[in-house]
T-cell receptor
């Protein structure tokens, strides 16, 4: 079974702090994704990566950056956390670039920024 | 741009009732269509998918048919159980990205 793990289930940070969210997948998938989930808005794509050291902006990249130094690991960075970044963050991976590919999700990190 | 619109919730049903959650989409090209489910406290998991027109995806008693003429992918189940209580997301795959609907919260009462 594909396993996608996220470093924390819950995080509480203060405004202005730098925040790192980490995601690891164990199935040698090429693609990795970061989404945020907010009530009534579904999931919105922040960034994705289709290869090591490659990244592409999603629909809402402002205030975020990412890092993919190894194939299995994809990090989301909030350079200076703000209260409007309080949300559930979900990481996902897929085997290859194709419209038919299933994305596999981690359990999510619920971030509260005070 | 590509978009997905799904039935607003919350939806509350009694056990063994028939379920329909509507999903329509707007897309250029030939997307694949997905239903994902999120159980309380968990991430999303694939429920079913269809990759071309007239395909029917099915899993755990749930079904959905890819209807190109009506741009729809409605989720159905003939007899729901309490364990089906979750949030359901319809999504389409465009190029490398998934585009999600806003989610429908389903509660099944015994």
């Amino acid at each position: 079974d594909v396993k996608v793990t996220q470093s924390s289930r819950y995080l509480v940070k203060r405004t202005g702090e730098k925040v790192f969210l980490e995601c690891v997948q164990d199935m040698d998938h090429e693609n990795m994704f970061w989404y945020r989930q907010d009530p009534g808005l579904g999931l919105r794509l922040i960034y994705f990566s289709y290869d090591v050291k490659m990244k592409e902006k999603g629909d809402i990249p402002e205030g975020y950056s990412v890092s993919r130094e190894k194939k299995e690991r994809f990090s989301l960075i909030l350079e200076s956390a703000s209260t409007n970044q309080t949300s559930m963050y979900l990481c996902a991976s897929s085997l290859r670039v194709s419209v038919r590919e299933t994305q596999y999700f981690g359990p999510g990190t619920r971030l509260l920024v005070l | 741009g590509d978009s997905v619109t799904q039935m607003e919730g919350p939806v509350t049903l009694s056990e063994e009732a028939f379920l329909t959650i509507n999903c329509t989409y707007t897309a250029t090209g030939y997307p694949s269509l997905f239903w994902y489910v999120q159980y309380p406290g968990e991430g999303l998991q694939l429920l079913l998918k269809a990759t071309k027109a007239d395909d029917k995806g099915s899993n755990k008693g749930f079904e959905a048919t890819y209807r190109k003429e009506t741009t729809s992918f409605h989720l159905e189940k003939g007899s729901v159980q309490v364990s089906d209580s979750a949030v359901y997301f319809c999504a389409l795959s465009a190029a490398q990205k998934l585009v999600f609907g806003q989610g429908t919260r389903l509660t099944i009462n015994p």
